[in-house]
């Protein structure tokens, strides 16, 4: 079974600077995509960045990167210039890669880390 | 309106009553997902289904019963509420790698 690790419960960051949200996974699994997830108030999941493991360049979206580290099991997303719509729960989460039919497959979530950015 | 929506959006209930949570997917994606998210544990599979009258157990499946007649359709049972039960419910569908999520059921058991 896999597990994933958020250790930190909260964070705060000053708008416009950059915030680091650490997560940890447990797996052994070779092939595997790591995601993460926002949550705003809304209530809705919102798919921010994937990682595929076979890949060894970190993803990017936008203001969004990732530091992936598959030796240590370590998936970090970095928020560059944080904005006031940044305010969310943000989720790690865990998926195996299962190659027959690209087939789907079910995720694996961290407790998630409650982020505030201040004016 | 395509995706995939949930209803009700809100709900009470007491304690030994049946509710049931509708999930309903406009894509006909061939697996669906039911989660539950609390406090401190994040969001937890309680079942999914790989295609119609094909289902199976995820982490936390205790205390609920889930059907699929239609491809389009994967409704969730808890046929005795109880308060650990109370939480926010998502149903979620996917494509290869990708789930999408409704926007969440809260319900609350008295």
């Known amino acids: 079974a896999q597990t994933v690790t958020q250790s930190q419960p909260e964070m705060s960051v000053q708008e416009a600077e950059t915030v680091t949200l650490s997560c940890t996974y447990d797996?052994?699994?070779?092939?595997?995509?790591l995601f993460w997830y926002k949550q705003p108030p809304s209530r809705q999941m919102i798919l921010v960045i994937r990682?595929?493991?076979?890949?060894?360049q970190n993803a990017t979206e936008n203001r969004f990167s990732v530091n992936f580290q598959k030796a240590a099991k370590s998936f970090s997303l970095k928020i560059s210039d944080s904005q006031l719509g940044d305010t969310a729960m943000y989720f790690c989460a865990f998926m195996k890669h299962l190659t027959y039919t690209g087939a789907n497959s079910k995720l694996t979530f961290g407790k998630g880390i409650t982020l505030s950015v201040r004016p | 309106d395509a995706g995939i929506t949930q209803s009700p959006r809100y709900k009470i209930t007491e304690t030994g009553r049946q509710v049931t949570l509708m999930c309903h997917q406009t894509?006909?994606?061939?697996?669906m997902f039911w989660y539950r998210q609390d406090l401190g544990h994040g969001l937890r599979l309680i079942y999914y289904s790989a295609a119609a009258d094909i289902t199976d157990k995820g982490e936390v499946p205790d205390g609920y019963v889930v059907s699929r007649s239609k491809t389009e359709n994967f409704p969730l049972t808890l046929e005795s509420a109880t308060r650990s039960q109370t939480s926010v419910y998502f149903c979620a569908s996917s494509f290869r790698w990708e789930q999408f999520f409704g926007p969440g059921t809260r319900l609350t058991v008295l």
């Open positions: 894509w006909s994606h061939s697996y």
């Open positions: 990682q595929e493991a076979y890949k060894q």
């Open positions: 797996t052994s699994e070779s092939n595997y995509y």
